[in-house]
């Protein structure tokens, strides 16, 4: 079993709807990331959780809110998907403890019609 | 600010070429690391090497290398007698302890297309 799993693998979703993107780990990881690819562009941190007390916003956190319900689980939500927001989405772990290297999940192609 | 760019959009080569892949970066700070990453056409992230900016030594791991320079900011990778399988857009990242290392600067990718 994959040590990192993103549910949906894929969404198509319409303007102004809310949708959520889960991401669970069973690596027991303390450090968990979400990011979104855009062709051209790289991979750009939304979001990131030292650990469940901890959440802090990334390079490009405006519109989306995230929740880090467990130390395995951590969800990216879109209050109000727009066209804009169409992207692969990755979400990430690492381990402080041992080299903090981020391991990432199999990823969520959103599609924001 | 940190940057990383990698000026390659595309590399396309026949199998059993070489290639080099150009990493350039710019951070301030003096600890910091390195990463290359694969993304194959499958779509998954896959993690290659992690270099500490105090280690310039070059590894090699297979057909795999990568030579890293402090004097050019450069952290370039090479595949040895590329093949199919290597096709794949590689991204090199930044992190920095300044960020408690949580945060990946990538750059854009390049693009490797490796023919038969």
């Known amino acids: 079993d994959a040590d990192v799993t993103q549910t949906p693998r894929n969404r198509i979703t319409k303007t102004g709807k809310r949708i959520m993107l889960e991401c669970s780990q069973t690596?027991?990881?303390?450090?968990m990331y979400w990011y979104r690819q855009d062709p051209g562009l790289g991979l750009r941190l939304i979001y990131y959780?030292?650990?469940?007390?901890?959440?802090n916003k990334g390079e490009i956190s405006d519109g989306y809110s995230v929740s880090r319900q467990a130390q395995a689980k951590f969800s990216l939500s879109l209050e109000s998907a727009i066209p804009n927001q169409t992207a692969l989405y990755f979400c990430?772990?690492?381990?402080?403890?041992?080299?903090?290297?981020?391991?990432f999940g199999p990823g969520t192609r959103l599609t924001v019609l | 600010a940190q940057k990383v760019t990698q000026a390659q959009t595309e590399i396309s080569v026949v199998e059993k070429e070489d290639v080099t892949l150009d990493c350039v970066y710019e951070t301030r700070d003096t600890t910091y690391y390195l990463f290359w990453y694969k993304q194959p056409p499958s779509g998954e992230l896959v993690f290659l090497i992690r270099r500490n900016s105090f280690d310039e030594q070059n590894e090699i791991s297979g057909r795999y290398s990568w030579n890293f320079q402090k004097s050019t900011s450069s952290f370039n990778f090479t595949i040895t007698a590329s093949q199919v399988v290597d096709s794949a857009v590689y991204f090199c990242a930044l992190s920095r302890r300044a960020d408690s290392w949580g945060k990946l600067q990538f750059g854009a990718g390049t693009q490797v297309v490796v023919t038969p």
């Open positions: 990430a772990t690492s381990d402080l403890a041992s080299d903090d290297t981020q391991y």
């Open positions: 959780s030292f650990d469940v007390k901890d959440i």
């Open positions: 690596k027991g990881h303390d450090r």
